[in-house]
């Protein structure tokens, strides 16, 4: 039967029925937990039923089962596919590196970005950044994290700020894949692999910096294909648990989109495993990277205590974490902004190097 209207009513009821499928006990479920169902598949989809052989995944390291095309597990197959940068247009050359507006493929889409390559011959280390929300309406190419660009380009970082699909010059993208993020992770993951076939890139020290929703992409992507990467940072991020994220931003920002997702997929009470499988903490087990985390206690966007719970989290499954803790600190960063990327570059050459 189809639901009622989704009304300004309905949109509160809608965040009412997602605050009580939030509680406590759903956010510490145990990583990897669930029982095997089979649904239909739905034509907005992240790439599945790859062999496992094909993904890139350690052979040891089981994959969980698709109960949805639409899911973490179901990324978690998408074959790989070679995809290459190619330069666009140089943008700006400065004492350090020169800047280009780059494109590459992911999943059949042309994605766009910015491409910064240090001075001399490399190779360098790479690290692809993933930004925060900026209406996609709105937004222009390189967009967001603009300091951690320049910072990491003079560092000496190959760096490839990805745009996403539907952002910039990409190609549009499906209300399911932008709505779940899974597209987002998807482009993030194929730009670490256009980012490492480059010749003055070394494929053995990668990275990923995630920033708000870039965070919870760059979570996802480690979920999705432990060992793509060295090492991973997570600046002011997101909840890794789905719902939060849908309850705090989009049932107040964009009802209409939470009317779409309970009408294709169904609600949390009525489907609770479908949004668990979109939530990156329910596999933090398979994640072989180290991870350091930037959050200030007074974010007024991402609260602190989603933070918290996610190295809690993070530690519980084995993850070589840590949380760096910036006491007054907002969302935006200012004041200890240099204090964390100090913090980021010591990171990262620590782990890439050593």
Do not use: K
Request: glycine share 8%.
């Amino acid at each position: 039967m189809r639901r009622a209207p989704y009304g300004r009513a309905a949109g509160l009821a809608a965040l009412a029925l997602v605050a009580a499928c939030s509680g406590p006990a759903s956010d510490d479920a145990a990583p990897g937990s669930g029982a095997s169902t089979a649904v239909p598949a739905s034509p907005d989809r992240a790439p599945t039923t790859a062999p496992e052989q094909q993904t890139g995944q350690p052979p040891e390291q089981a994959l969980p089962p698709v109960h949805d095309p639409v899911s973490l597990p179901a990324l978690m197959r998408a074959t790989p596919a070679p995809t290459r940068i190619v330069r666009q247009r140089l943008v700006a050359t400065t004492d350090a590196y020169t800047r280009h507006e780059v494109t590459y493929r992911s999943d059949g889409l042309s994605v766009s970005g910015i491409l910064l390559v240090p001075d001399g011959q490399g190779p360098f280390p790479g690290i692809v950044l993933n930004h925060g929300y900026i209406d996609p309406t709105s937004y222009v190419t390189g967009q967001g994290l603009a300091r951690e660009q320049d910072w990491l380009a003079r560092a000496g970082f190959a760096v490839l700020h990805t745009d996403y699909r539907g952002h910039a010059g990409s190609d549009p993208a499906g209300d399911v894949s932008r709505e779940t993020r899974l597209g987002y992770t998807r482009d993030a993951i194929n730009a670490v692999r256009a980012l490492r076939r480059e010749p003055y890139v070394d494929p053995d020290r990668l990275a990923m910096l995630g920033r708000s929703m870039g965070g919870g992409v760059t979570l996802n992507a480690l979920v999705v294909a432990p060992g793509l990467v060295d090492a991973a940072v997570v600046y002011a991020s997101v909840s890794s648990r789905y719902l939060d994220n849908l309850r705090h931003f989009t049932v107040p920002n964009r009802p209409e989109a939470v009317r779409a997702l309970f009408e294709r997929f169904g609600t949390p009470r009525e489907r609770p495993r479908f949004y668990r499988e979109l939530s990156a903490r329910t596999y933090f087990d398979r994640i072989t990277e180290p991870v350091l985390m930037h959050h200030g206690t007074a974010d007024e966007s991402c609260p602190f205590r989603w933070a918290r719970t996610t190295q809690r989290l993070l530690t519980r499954a084995g993850v070589e974490s840590r949380l760096e803790v910036y006491p007054g600190e907002h969302h935006a960063f200012v004041p200890r902004w240099q204090d964390s990327i100090v913090r980021t570059v010591r990171f990262l050459r620590r782990q890439l190097d050593g």
